[in-house]
């Protein structure tokens, strides 16, 4: 059974920059196509960047934003988040689109001042 779990979280005043982690295991972890998704209070949980082996995608509202890489050795995806608004604000879940794996518990990320 495939497990996810994010960390790296918290609280930081807009402008300002966090990187999330998520650690699979479970998995060939290398071969699957990996994302970043959200969900802020009270809304449905949105898709905000992918990556495969041809490159990235990223959602319009991150753009130049947020850098989503991985390191297959380490069974690990990250985002790097720099110039953050509030509205950057919800709980960060990784998993692989399409797939059937279950949502880790996520990373809570505060964007204010």
């Known amino acids: 059974q495939v497990q996810l779990v994010e960390s790296g979280g918290g609280l930081v005043q807009p402008g300002g920059s966090l990187r999330l982690s998520c650690v699979a295991s479970?998995?060939?972890?290398?071969?699957?196509?990996m994302a970043w998704y959200r969900q802020a209070s009270g809304k449905q949980r949105e898709l905000v960047a992918t990556?495969?082996?041809?490159?990235?995608n990223y959602a319009d509202s991150v753009k130049g934003r947020f850098t989503i890489s991985r390191d297959n050795a380490k069974n690990t995806v990250y985002l790097q988040m720099s110039g953050l608004k509030p509205e950057d604000t919800g709980v960060y879940y990784c998993?692989?689109?399409?797939?059937?794996?279950?949502w880790g518990q996520g990373t809570q990320v505060i964007v204010s001042s």
């Open positions: 998993n692989s689109p399409g797939s059937i794996w279950m």
């Open positions: 479970g998995t060939i972890f290398s071969i699957y196509t």
């Open positions: 990556i495969t082996r041809d490159g990235t």
